[in-house]
């Protein structure tokens, strides 16, 4: 699941839904009892269809301005995604079903098997970025010498956040080791960076803005920083937002072939 600026202006709405006991003054909580709550917080629980606009910077061919119509089924792991601008990418598409994830290219009408890591249209979002598999089952606290969990309270801007180091479960992640700032009084994602094994950091990501889903949240703006190219960013901003029963057919590749003629 894939954000020092204003933190959720709407932070009434954002209650804590899910507030976790040991979220009250003293000791922070254990690492899982915050993945956890944040997992809950955020796992939608009906379908979602929406468009997605992307504004890629890049460092040297400055500013690429994408857009596109999701579909989301967390039921079975699908999603379905279809470039409508620019121009050139009009067409081209990403299909995940269960653990098979193809990119589709109008010009060649093919599908290719790609890995969750792919880039969505050359920018720093990934396909992963798109799905909702459960956190809790992806990562766990990261130990330090001491095999102490390396959970701290502190500040990120003006909000009170926790911050927890991970590592993997799995090996089929974007990054084996991230670190996450937590809002204390709702669980909800702030900030994220992903780091390579080596401790290399890749990524930064922010969640700016969050709106209520039927009683969960979805992250509405994001930011992806490229921690590796320096100067490279993915701005990422989800509206239109509808829950209505998406219909089987649309998580097929006839029905994405059919989008993109």
């Known amino acids: 699941m894939r954000v020092p600026i204003v933190f959720l202006k709407s ?4 209650c804590a839904l899910f507030l976790a006991p040991g979220a009250a003054e003293g000791a922070p909580p254990p690492a899982v009892e915050i993945l956890t709550n944040l997992e809950r917080n955020t796992s939608l629980v009906s379908d979602i269809t929406s468009t997605v606009s992307l504004t890629q910077q890049k460092t ?45 290219r109008r010009n060649t009408r093919t599908f290719q098997h790609v890995n969750r890591d792919e ?14 598999r459960k956190l809790t089952e992806l990562y766990g606290p990261a ?10 309270e502190e500040m990120l801007g003006k909000v009170p956040v926790y911050r ?10 974007d990054y084996p080791r991230k670190t996450y700032w937590v809002r204390r009084d709702n669980f ?26 039927n009683k969960r949240f979805v992250p509405v703006e994001q930011i992806f920083i490229d921690e590796f190219e320096k100067g490279n ?29």
């Open 11 to 14: 932070a009434s709405l954002a």
């Open 60 to 104: 040297g061919q400055g500013v690429k301005n994408l857009k596109m119509l999701f579909y989301r089924r967390d039921k079975d792991d699908a999603f379905l995604i279809i470039m409508t601008a620019p121009e050139s990418d009009k067409g081209n598409g990403y299909l995940r079903v269960g653990d098979n994830f193809w990119m589709y």
């Open 119 to 132: 880039s969505i249209g050359g920018t720093d979002v990934q396909g992963d970025d798109f799905e909702d």
């Open 143 to 152: 130990l330090d010498a001491q095999k102490r969990e390396q959970v701290a």
């Open 164 to 173: 927890l180091q991970v590592e993997a479960k799995v090996n089929d992640v």
């Open 188 to 213: 909800l994602l702030l900030k994220e960076q992903s780091f390579a094994l080596s401790g290399t950091l890749m990524q930064t990501a922010y969640f700016l803005k969050y709106t209520p889903i």
């Open 233 to 261: 960013k993915t701005t990422l901003t989800i509206a239109g937002i509808s829950t209505e029963k998406i219909r089987d057919e649309v998580f097929t590749k006839a029905y994405l072939e059919n989008l993109s003629k």
